[in-house]
């Protein structure tokens, strides 16, 4: 299994660098006349300059040709020479790593403390709630987050620098605008799988022994952190990768923002080395999380003595959805009744009124209208992404050792560079957008269902089944897919608004859809230079997204509750038929989610 996965990650990394080698010939744009106005605005494009840089390049060789002497240098810890600055690219790749690492280090850090602080009332009641409110928090918009937070504590108050980096002071607002939606996702997580452990019979036994509130809340953090790990190894890669948005607003010289900047250039030295680095710094997270993953579950997963925890699902009242969907339906039903393409300019950065009740942006366009009408591409791209993902990623879970070596891989690389892959080959579009990243959004919920696929099949219950001739048919459709599908499909309608943000975050880079179109993220990007002066404009879709993330958790939240019971009824049955209703043999019931 472990050589099956290194293969699947060698191929994928060879894979993923072939294809950042050819981006000049993808495009289809000249990478002669692309270095040249990059070294020099000024400098006349003439046949003889093209060809001097051709011959100064290799160009005229051939991308093999280049490949090969990269990969040449590259066993020898050579990343070549900057195709515009004409310096070695590796001090460049390693300043802006460490950049990057130490911002990753304090963003983990806010999410891990916003986390905790979502997770200790679950604790403190013993129960769990909907998570409305966490999924709204992960909704948020990084980059507008990040303007928001340099306008206010940057600009109006004055406390933090409010771009470069020259000292630990520069890297909060930066910290705080990528860990609040981080730790709203991983809060979230934690909370939902809390409950189950919290009712299982041996912390009713600890309790009434006197045992410690705190000793109680450490074992049963223990009890369910296993399956979550490798989605807090991703969260603190792609709070590295992911930061493009984040380092460009606060001018952050991190190792996204570099990879960026290089591929705008077509400085392909530049963008391969950052690409490795970011690759590599993926695969030792990921390996040092299935590290501490097994070293947290111990001999159980390899004896076969694991017992899953009983699901209890939280049933969301149903006025929380219904309230979340009528102010959200009704924003989008009256904005589709107006014409979002109607620009007036005597009508700019008017305030909220009843002529336009969400006001107008910097072109005199009704904000209502444009986020009506771009409600369609912008929820229907990503539920059509989210799906793909999931399904993806429970045929992966049974495949372990072909999904970890690629999801290592495809976690590692940012959704800007695949981005800028797939518009160099199709164009900049939605479509293209979409596919960027349904490429990379199934990494985190096959990990998710390899974890939980792996530790039911380790399970008590699963040795009794076995014991007593239950066909392996049986086993999979009526224990094992409704226990990793339950909280896979949870998983993947919390990360429906990251997607969403993901499709925003490359229409903020201009590698998404294009304007006039009324996509929510390009309303952000539009917004974000007037946001000072006309913050509803910004307001507008950041509330969307965020309405959405609540409708959407909210919404599962009660379908689940609604179903829970059921389900657990025909766990009993299904045990009491099997003849296996001895202590020894099981644990209070048959698990459905682990």
């Given at each position: 299994?472990?050589?099956?996965?290194?293969?699947?990650?060698?191929?994928?990394?060879?894979a993923?660098?072939?294809?950042?080698?050819?981006?000049?010939?993808?495009?289809?744009?000249?990478?002669?006349?692309?270095?040249?106005?990059?070294?020099?605005?000024?400098?006349?494009?003439?046949?003889?300059?093209?060809?001097?840089?051709?011959?100064?390049?290799?160009?005229?060789?051939?991308?093999?040709?280049?490949?090969?002497?990269?990969?040449?240098?590259l066993?020898?810890?050579?990343?070549?020479?900057?195709?515009?600055?004409?310096?070695?690219?590796?001090?460049?790749?390693?300043?802006?790593?460490?950049v990057?690492l130490?911002?990753?280090?304090?963003?983990?850090?806010?999410?891990?403390?916003?986390?905790c602080?979502?997770?200790?009332?679950?604790?403190?009641?013993?129960?769990?709630?909907?998570?409305?409110?966490?999924a709204?928090?992960?909704?948020?918009?990084?980059?507008?987050?990040?303007?928001?937070?340099?306008?206010?504590?940057?600009?109006?108050l004055?406390?933090l620098?409010t771009?470069?980096?020259?000292?630990?002071?520069?890297?909060?607002l930066?910290?705080?605008?990528?860990?609040?939606?981080?730790g709203?996702?991983?809060?979230?997580?934690?909370?939902?799988?809390?409950?189950?452990?919290?009712?299982?019979?041996?912390?009713?036994?600890?309790?009434?022994?006197?045992?410690?509130?705190?000793?109680?809340?450490?074992?049963?953090?223990?009890?369910?952190?296993?399956?979550?790990?490798?989605?807090?190894?991703m969260?603190?890669?792609?709070?590295?990768?992911?930061?493009?948005?984040?380092?460009?607003v606060?001018?952050?010289?991190?190792?996204?923002?570099?990879a960026?900047?290089?591929?705008?250039?077509?400085?392909?030295?530049?963008?391969?080395?950052?690409?490795?680095?970011?690759?590599?710094?993926?695969?030792?997270?990921?390996?040092?999380?299935?590290?501490?993953r097994?070293?947290?579950?111990?001999?159980?997963?390899?004896?076969a003595?694991?017992?899953?925890p009983?699901?209890?699902?939280?049933r969301?009242?149903?006025?929380?959805?219904?309230?979340l969907?009528?102010?959200?339906?009704?924003?989008?039903?009256?904005?589709?009744l107006?014409?979002?393409?109607a620009?007036?300019?005597?009508?700019?950065?008017?305030?909220?009124?009843?002529?336009?009740?969400?006001?107008?942006?910097?072109?005199?366009?009704?904000?209502?209208?444009?986020?009506?009408?771009?409600?369609?591409?912008?929820?229907?791209?990503?539920?059509?992404?989210?799906?793909?993902?999931?399904?993806?990623?429970?045929?992966?879970?049974?495949?372990?050792?072909?999904?970890?070596g690629?999801?290592?891989?495809?976690?590692?690389?940012?959704?800007?560079?695949?981005g800028?892959?797939?518009?160099?080959?199709?164009?900049?579009?939605?479509?293209?957008?979409?596919l960027?990243?349904?490429?990379?959004?199934?990494?985190?919920?096959?990990?998710?269902?390899?974890?939980?696929?792996?530790?039911?099949?380790?399970?008590?219950?699963?040795?009794?089944?076995?014991?007593?001739?239950?066909?392996?048919?049986?086993?999979?459709t009526?224990?094992?897919?409704?226990?990793?599908?339950?909280?896979?499909?949870?998983?993947?309608?919390?990360?429906?608004?990251?997607?969403?943000?993901?499709?925003?975050?490359?229409?903020?880079?201009?590698?998404?859809?294009?304007?006039?179109?009324?996509?929510?993220?390009?309303?952000?990007?539009?917004?974000?230079?007037?946001?000072?002066?006309?913050?509803?404009?910004?307001?507008?879709?950041?509330?969307?997204?965020?309405?959405?993330?609540?409708?959407?958790?909210?919404?599962?939240?009660?379908?689940?509750?609604?179903?829970?019971?059921?389900?657990?009824?025909?766990?009993?049955?299904?045990?009491?038929?099997?003849?296996?209703?001895?202590?020894g043999?099981?644990?209070?019931?048959?698990?459905?989610?682990?």
């Amino acid at each position: 299994m472990a050589g099956a996965a290194g293969l699947t990650r060698l191929v994928c990394l060879v894979a993923v660098l072939t294809a950042v080698g050819l981006l000049p010939w993808l495009s289809g744009k000249d990478p002669a006349l692309t270095v040249l106005r990059a070294r020099s605005a000024e400098q006349e494009a003439t046949p003889e300059a093209l060809a001097a840089i051709r011959a100064d390049l290799g160009l005229d060789a051939g991308p093999l040709s280049l490949l090969g002497s990269w990969a040449s240098g590259l066993l020898r810890g050579d990343l070549g020479t900057s195709w515009v600055s004409g310096t070695d690219v590796l001090p460049s790749v390693i300043s802006g790593l460490r950049v990057s690492l130490g911002l990753m280090a304090a963003a983990f850090g806010i999410a891990v403390l916003l986390a905790c602080a979502l997770v200790v009332p679950v604790l403190v009641r013993g129960r769990g709630s909907a998570g409305a409110f966490a999924a709204m928090l992960a909704a948020v918009p990084e980059f507008l987050l990040a303007t928001v937070a340099l306008l206010v504590c940057g600009v109006w108050l004055g406390l933090l620098p409010t771009s470069g980096w020259q000292g630990p002071q520069y890297m909060v607002l930066p910290a705080i605008a990528l860990g609040v939606p981080a730790g709203g996702l991983l809060g979230r997580l934690v909370a939902d799988a809390l409950p189950a452990v919290l009712d299982e019979r041996w912390v009713e036994l600890w309790r009434g022994a006197g045992v410690s509130g705190a000793r109680v809340a450490a074992a049963a953090l223990r009890r369910v952190l296993p399956p979550l790990v490798p989605q807090f190894g991703m969260a603190a890669v792609g709070l590295t990768g992911g930061a493009v948005a984040v380092e460009t607003v606060f001018a952050v010289p991190g190792i996204g923002r570099t990879a960026l900047g290089a591929a705008k250039s077509q400085d392909l030295p530049l963008l391969q080395g950052a690409v490795l680095a970011l690759l590599a710094l993926g695969l030792v997270t990921g390996a040092l999380a299935a590290l501490v993953r097994l070293r947290l579950l111990g001999p159980a997963l390899r004896d076969a003595g694991l017992t899953l925890p009983t699901a209890r699902p939280v049933r969301s009242h149903p006025a929380v959805p219904v309230a979340l969907a009528t102010v959200l339906l009704t924003a989008i039903g009256w904005g589709l009744l107006r014409d979002p393409y109607a620009v007036d300019t005597t009508a700019r950065l008017l305030a909220p009124s009843w002529a336009h009740p969400l006001g107008t942006d910097g072109l005199g366009r009704d904000v209502l209208a444009r986020l009506g009408h771009g409600a369609a591409s912008t929820i229907g791209t990503a539920a059509a992404v989210c799906l793909a993902g999931l399904l993806l990623s429970l045929v992966l879970g049974f495949l372990p050792s072909v999904a970890s070596g690629a999801s290592d891989i495809a976690n590692a690389l940012p959704p800007v560079i695949a981005g800028i892959l797939v518009a160099a080959a199709v164009g900049p579009g939605t479509g293209g957008a979409a596919l960027a990243v349904a490429l990379l959004s199934w990494p985190a919920l096959s990990a998710h269902a390899a974890a939980l696929v792996q530790e039911v099949r380790a399970s008590a219950f699963l040795t009794a089944q076995r014991a007593i001739g239950a066909s392996p048919w049986w086993i999979l459709t009526r224990h094992v897919l409704p226990s990793v599908a339950g909280p896979v499909s949870r998983h993947a309608i919390l990360r429906l608004p990251g997607i969403a943000l993901a499709l925003a975050s490359l229409g903020f880079l201009g590698l998404g859809a294009q304007p006039p179109t009324p996509e929510w993220g390009l309303l952000l990007d539009e917004s974000r230079a007037y946001v000072e002066r006309a913050p509803w404009a910004a307001l507008a879709p950041a509330v969307a997204l965020a309405l959405l993330a609540g409708l959407a958790v909210s919404t599962a939240a009660y379908v689940e509750g609604r179903g829970g019971r059921r389900r657990k009824r025909r766990a009993r049955k299904d045990t009491r038929a099997a003849g296996v209703t001895g202590a020894g043999a099981l644990t209070k019931e048959v698990p459905v989610e682990a």
